[in-house]
Each structure stands twice: as structure tokens, then as C-alpha cells.
């Protein structure tokens, strides 16, 4: 299976050359029983999972080793040697996290378990490559590592292109030099910890599932910034396709009397009419001296006509295209991040066209809300992606 089963924390794409606790399939299985419920026995594990009591045994004592489970209170028994109760152990230490955009990146500094623990924001071309790219987001991470204490032992890094089931960047148009190469494999080496990559609106839609708590129910997750992405998290799992492409509405055709043409090849797409660069593309066909999504976002806070109108037709636009996802998926909730979200006339467009175009009952329950973790959304959902890492290999198989 290919999607990220968060309930169980089945992350794939971690880089296995720099894995020196690799676990093998019965660990796994350990792991996610464990997972689901907690305090089992060796041999309540062996039970539940058909595998051999000695089997079970060797499995755990490895997993206890590596502190990736750990026991606890003695269970109830009839008499001799009381079994003793399993868990899997919090993760321990804290991670490298960051997410990767067209012209910047944020860094972060997270513990496993989803805590940011320090951010900075650096400037940085994607186009001159993963090599230095890789190079200069560790130079910015190094100076955040000086400044909080404990371990780092992992590294996880959301980029704007899909990400399939082996971690590799797939054909992403914005990404040109990017695809097929082993990313998390570069980074590991470079920062010398285990390392995992992920779409960034998939790591966003994980970060926002941990921010409410581990129960976001079935949620459309937007992140609308410069581009679009999205991310489909539904019964505690992300889903990520057969390769890697799940929840990208960035190309999905939108109606319009004079269709641009799209970086995919296309014309016509989504990203064309509603994306950051979209908008301002069409300020600077006005004439307008706006020219950043950050000039954009201060000009609609203000009130900005020109703004305000441009960003609500965009919503509008989006919310075409979310009105045909939510009629087939019915959705709880649909979630919107990235540095648009912070417009309320985006909001406000979504709103009026998907109450517009849906089923009176998909929008009747239908939560549509801003993102709860903003711009950090997307580093949280990669620490958890991180701190999981037992069962890493899960997905490729
Ligand atoms: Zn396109």
C-alpha cells in the first residue's frame, strides 16, 4: 500500500542507507498491533497476529532494545511469572523539519511527537537544484541546532511536487532537476540521520490531522499560496494514490472563456485562475505595483478593492473545483492553509460556490475553515511523519 496510514503511522520514504535500527516485517507488525492497542502480551501479540510465540519474542526483545516499545504495569495472571504489558514508546528526540517553496523555505526544529521547537525562514531558488538546495537548508538548520538542546536523529522535508509510495519526486513541473533523484538519501547523508520527503500540501494535511488532536475526521486540506496543492486525510489515513498524486487538484480544468496555459502543458488548469501567481499576474495586467503574495495579502487585509476582488473570483474558482470533491468524497471538513488562507475574501469565494454548486446535504454539516497551525502545518505533519519511523517500510512493500 502506498498511503500513509496515520492511525499507525505507516510513513514511507524514509531513507534506509542511514537507518541503523531497521526493523523487520514481524517488528512491524509488533508495532502497529501495538499501536491499535496498547498494554497487549507477548503472547496476546502472538494471538492477535498469528505469528509464532518465539517469533514475537525476538521481535519484542529487539524492539525493546531499540526503545521503540517499552513495558509497563504486570497484566493479571493465574499464577508464576506475570506477563508484562507492551507499549510502543514516545519518540524521543527531535527532528530537522522544513518545507520547501518556489523561492524560500521554512526551518524548523521539531520533537517527534509534533512539538515545534524553533523556526526561521530562509530564502533559497529551488531551481539550482536538490545538491545545493540540500546544502543550504542544512547551513540553516545547523545555526537553529545550536540554539535548542537534545539529539536530533531524524530529518523530514515537504516539497511542492508529488511524492510517491519510494520517496522520490515525481515529474514536478516547478521542480526541474528534482525528479527520480534520492532526496531523503541526500539528506541523510548530509545531516547523518534518517530522512524522509513529502508533498508539501500531504505533510500540511498531516501537521493540521496532529494540531486537532490525532481526530480530523474526513478532510480536504488546501494550500493555497503561490500555487495550489491539496491533501485527502480521511478514517486517520493520507492518502497518497498509486503515484503520489492523490489530492493534487493543481491541474484539475476550471472553465474559462480564454484558457492560459499551464506549466503542466496544459491550459486552462486551476493553478491558471486561482493560485498566488495567478492573482498577481493578473495585478500586473492592471497595472498594479503589487507584486509579492505578502504585498497581496496587506493590500486585501486593508481592504483593497482591486485586491479583494481578484482573491474572492480565485475562491470562486477554487471552490468550483472543491464543489466536484466534496459531491463525491461528502467530506466533515475542508481546511485552507498556505499564505492565501490568510484572506478572508478566499475564504468567502470558496464558501458562496461550493454552498452554490454542492448537494444541500454535503454542505449542511460541512465545516469550512482556515488552517489551526498556519504556516507551521506542514513542518508538524513532517516531525510526525519522522518520529514513526519503526514502521517505515510499510509502505513499499
Ligand atoms: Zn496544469
Same mark, same amino acid.
Given at each position: 500500500?502506498?498511503?500513509?496510514?496515520?492511525?499507525?503511522?505507516?510513513?514511507? +520514504?524514509?531513507?534506509?542507507?542511514?537507518?541503523?535500527?531497521?526493523?523487520?516485517?514481524?517488528?512491524?507488525?509488533?508495532?502497529?498491533? !501495538?499501536?491499535?492497542?496498547?498494554?497487549?502480551?507477548?503472547?496476546?501479540?502472538? %494471538?492477535?497476529?498469528?505469528?509464532?510465540?518465539?517469533?514475537?519474542?525476538?521481535?519484542?526483545?529487539?524492539?525493546?532494545?531499540?526503545?521503540?516499545?517499552?513495558?509497563?504495569?504486570?497484566?493479571?495472571?493465574?499464577?508464576?511469572?506475570?506477563?508484562?504489558?507492551?507499549?510502543?514508546?514516545?519518540?524521543?528526540?527531535?527532528?530537522?523539519?522544513?518545507?520547501?517553496?518556489?523561492?524560500?523555505?521554512?526551518?524548523?526544529?521539531?520533537?517527534? %511527537?509534533?512539538?515545534?521547537?524553533?523556526?526561521?525562514?530562509?530564502?533559497?531558488?529551488?531551481e539550482i537544484g536538490p545538491e545545493?538546495?540540500?546544502?543550504?537548508?542544512?547551513?540553516?538548520?545547523?545555526?537553529?541546532?545550536?540554539?535548542?538542546?537534545?539529539?536530533?536523529?531524524?530529518?523530514? !522535508?515537504?516539497?511542492?511536487?508529488?511524492?510517491?509510495?519510494?520517496?522520490?519526486?515525481?515529474?514536478?513541473?516547478?521542480?526541474?532537476?528534482?525528479?527520480?533523484?534520492?532526496?531523503?538519501?541526500?539528506?541523510?547523508?548530509? !545531516?547523518?540521520?534518517?530522512?524522509?520527503?513529502?508533498?508539501?500540501?500531504?505533510?500540511?494535511?498531516?501537521?493540521?490531522?496532529?494540531?486537532?488532536?490525532?481526530?480530523?475526521?474526513?478532510?480536504?486540506?488546501?494550500?493555497?499560496?503561490?500555487?495550489?496543492?491539496?491533501?485527502?486525510?480521511? +478514517?486517520?489515513?493520507?492518502?497518497?494514490?498509486?503515484?503520489?498524486?492523490?489530492?493534487?487538484?493543481?491541474?484539475?480544468?476550471?472553465?474559462?472563456?480564454?484558457?492560459?496555459?499551464?506549466?503542466? +502543458?496544459?491550459?486552462?488548469?486551476?493553478?491558471?485562475?486561482?493560485?498566488?501567481?495567478?492573482?498577481?499576474?493578473?495585478?500586473?495586467?492592471?497595472?498594479?505595483?503589487?507584486?509579492?503574495?505578502?504585498?497581496?495579502?496587506?493590500?486585501?487585509?486593508?481592504?483593497?478593492?482591486?485586491?479583494?476582488?481578484?482573491?474572492?473570483?480565485?475562491?470562486?474558482?477554487?471552490?468550483?473545483?472543491?464543489?466536484?470533491?466534496?459531491?463525491?468524497?461528502?467530506?466533515?471538513?475542508?481546511? !485552507?492553509?498556505?499564505?492565501?488562507?490568510?484572506?478572508?475574501?478566499?475564504?468567502?469565494?470558496?464558501?458562496?460556490?461550493?454552498?452554490?454548486?454542492?448537494?444541500?446535504?454535503?454542505?449542511?454539516?460541512?465545516?469550512? %475553515?482556515?488552517s489551526a497551525c498556519g504556516a507551521?502545518?506542514?513542518?508538524?505533519?513532517?516531525?510526525?511523519?519522522?518520529?514513526?519511523?519503526?514502521?517505515?517500510?510499510?509502505?513499499?512493500?
Amino acid at each position: 500500500m502506498t498511503d500513509i496510514e496515520l492511525t499507525n503511522f505507516g510513513a514511507t +520514504g524514509m531513507n534506509e542507507h542511514a537507518h541503523d535500527q531497521l526493523v523487520s516485517a514481524p517488528e512491524q507488525r509488533v508495532v502497529k498491533v !501495538l499501536r491499535k492497542t496498547p498494554g497487549l502480551t507477548r503472547a496476546e501479540i502472538a %494471538e492477535s497476529t498469528s505469528m509464532p510465540r518465539s517469533t514475537v519474542s525476538a521481535a519484542v526483545r529487539h524492539l525493546l532494545e531499540s526503545r521503540v516499545v517499552e513495558e509497563f504495569e504486570c497484566a493479571d495472571s493465574t499464577g508464576g511469572r506475570r506477563p508484562t504489558k507492551l507499549r510502543v514508546a514516545p519518540a524521543v528526540g527531535n527532528a530537522f523539519v522544513a518545507e520547501l517553496g518556489q523561492h524560500h523555505a521554512r526551518l524548523g526544529i521539531a520533537s517527534r %511527537e509534533g512539538e515545534l521547537l524553533a523556526t526561521d525562514d530562509i530564502k533559497i531558488d529551488i531551481e539550482i537544484g536538490p545538491e545545493k538546495t540540500i546544502k543550504a537548508l542544512a547551513k540553516g538548520w545547523r545555526r537553529l541546532r545550536d540554539e535548542i538542546p537534545g539529539a536530533l536523529v531524524s530529518a523530514g !522535508l515537504a516539497v511542492p511536487g508529488p511524492v510517491d509510495g519510494s520517496g522520490h519526486v515525481v515529474g514536478a513541473a516547478r521542480m526541474p532537476g528534482w525528479s527520480g533523484k534520492d532526496i531523503a538519501g541526500m539528506l541523510a547523508q548530509e !545531516l547523518a540521520v534518517p530522512s524522509v520527503i513529502e508533498n508539501d500540501a500531504r505533510a500540511a494535511a498531516i501537521g493540521e490531522w496532529n494540531c486537532r488532536g490525532r481526530h480530523l475526521d474526513s478532510c480536504i486540506y488546501v494550500k493555497a499560496g503561490t500555487g495550489i496543492g491539496a491533501g485527502w486525510v480521511s +478514517g486517520g489515513v493520507a492518502y497518497r494514490g498509486s503515484r503520489g498524486l492523490a489530492g493534487d487538484i493543481t491541474h484539475l480544468r476550471v472553465q474559462t472563456d480564454n484558457p492560459l496555459p499551464c506549466t503542466c +502543458g496544459n491550459s486552462g488548469c486551476l493553478e491558471t485562475v486561482a493560485s498566488g501567481a495567478a492573482i498577481l499576474r493578473r495585478l500586473g495586467h492592471l497595472g498594479s505595483s503589487i507584486s509579492t503574495t505578502s504585498q497581496l495579502v496587506t493590500a486585501e487585509n486593508s481592504g483593497d478593492p482591486q485586491a479583494v476582488s481578484l482573491v474572492r473570483d480565485a475562491g470562486i474558482r477554487l471552490g468550483e473545483v472543491l464543489s466536484n470533491l466534496v459531491n463525491f468524497l461528502n467530506p466533515v471538513r475542508i481546511v !485552507l492553509g498556505g499564505s492565501m488562507s490568510q484572506m478572508s475574501s478566499l475564504l468567502a469565494g470558496v464558501r458562496s460556490e461550493l454552498y452554490e454548486r454542492c448537494l444541500p446535504m454535503c454542505t449542511e454539516h460541512l465545516v469550512i %475553515e482556515t488552517s489551526a497551525c498556519g504556516a507551521n502545518a506542514p513542518l508538524i505533519g513532517m516531525s510526525i511523519l519522522d518520529s514513526h519511523m519503526p514502521i517505515s517500510q510499510e509502505g513499499n512493500h
